[in-house]
């Protein structure tokens, strides 16, 4: 089909539309704010619809209102989408738009992912020295994310972690009043908020991002099938194969948010190349592994947590269920 030719638009949507616009539950965050644009974009594109077709109600995250803590001290991912979630539930939105990377693996069976966007940049960015061998001896590394943090020790033991928090703008003034030396940011999140350019794009070959990083994903109730076929219309084949692997191999591990693991899958020959690293909290020990399947072969990324699981040691076993 002509890119220029319009998708037939469900029934029951053109009949809703006719009474109001779709409403899109987003985060209030600059960059959540940006995903939305960019959602209500890719949609009103492939259906021809006006601007006035699809509205944005912002809320305020529970992980948005507490900067101080982390998150695993404060109920982890769900912060990030309890509010969205009240009310996809309540009815007082439509569909809402996630960063994928902040979705708990396991949702609640009334909701549906019913699309991934084409996935953006997965790498993280290096802000405060060129490379990671540049950054100062003993320099203080700002970060909230177990992952990063014992990335970070594993290449770089003598830096020290101190804990980020906050949106893309806070963090980057932390930096620059001095809290910390360097810290990292998602590329993808950097490009969405028009900040390309900024910081070192770390090479996802050597330093590998966390799951689902880059990807933005539409999700509404299960038993509202008119609108998940609606937002099925823009989404992306590679991408949900890619993050559906990559939260498979998540899922089966049975880690949380005290767990150090980064997890990326891409297609290759026709098929998805799933690699997969654990680390223990300090980053001194670390398991890595891969594996090559059809698209078909939904097991394939437990059968690979099953085996790193299986060659770690007992500090890093002990922090996944799945051991």
């Known amino acids: 089909m002509n890119e220029n030719t319009p998708l037939e638009l469900p029934a029951t949507i053109a009949q809703l539309l006719e009474q109001r616009p779709l409403i899109l539950g987003t985060r209030q965050s600059p960059l959540a704010m940006a995903q939305a644009q960019e959602t209500a974009r890719r949609l009103r594109d492939a259906y021809h619809l006006p601007d006035d077709a699809i509205t944005l109600l912002p809320v305020v995250a529970s992980g948005d209102k507490i900067q101080d803590r982390a998150l695993r001290d404060m109920g982890g991912k769900a912060l990030w989408t309890r509010e969205l979630d009240r009310a996809l539930a309540d009815g007082d939105i439509d569909f809402a738009v996630h960063s994928m990377k902040d979705v708990e693996t396991i949702r609640p069976d009334m909701f549906d992912i019913a699309a991934l966007l084409p996935r953006a940049d997965v790498r993280d960015v290096l802000l405060g020295a060129d490379s990671i061998d540049d950054i100062p001896q003993n320099a203080v590394f700002g970060t909230s994310s177990p992952r990063r943090a014992a990335q970070m ?93 990559e939260r498979a191999f998540l899922a089966a591990l049975g880690g949380d948010c005290h767990s150090p693991v980064s997890a990326l899958a891409v297609y290759k020959g026709g098929k998805i190349y799933l690699r997969g690293e654990l680390y223990c909290e300090d980053g001194s020990e670390k398991v890595a592994g891969a594996q090559h399947f059809a698209p078909e072969e939904t097991n394939a990324p437990a059968v690979l947590a099953a085996q790193l699981l299986q060659k770690a040691s007992p500090a890093i076993r002990g922090l996944f269920s799945g051991a």
């Open 153 to 245: 020790r594993h290449i770089r033991p003598d830096v020290k972690i101190t804990l980020f928090r906050g949106n893309v703008a806070t963090r980057m003034a932390k930096l620059a009043s001095g809290e910390a030396d360097v810290t990292l940011l998602a590329g993808a999140g950097l490009a969405r908020l028009d900040m390309q350019g900024t910081g070192t794009p770390l090479d996802s070959d050597t330093w590998l991002p966390a799951a689902s990083q880059g990807a933005i994903g539409l999700e509404t109730l299960r038993t509202n099938e008119a609108v998940s076929a609606f937002l099925a219309g823009v989404a992306d084949k590679p991408t949900m194969g890619c993050v559906a692997a």
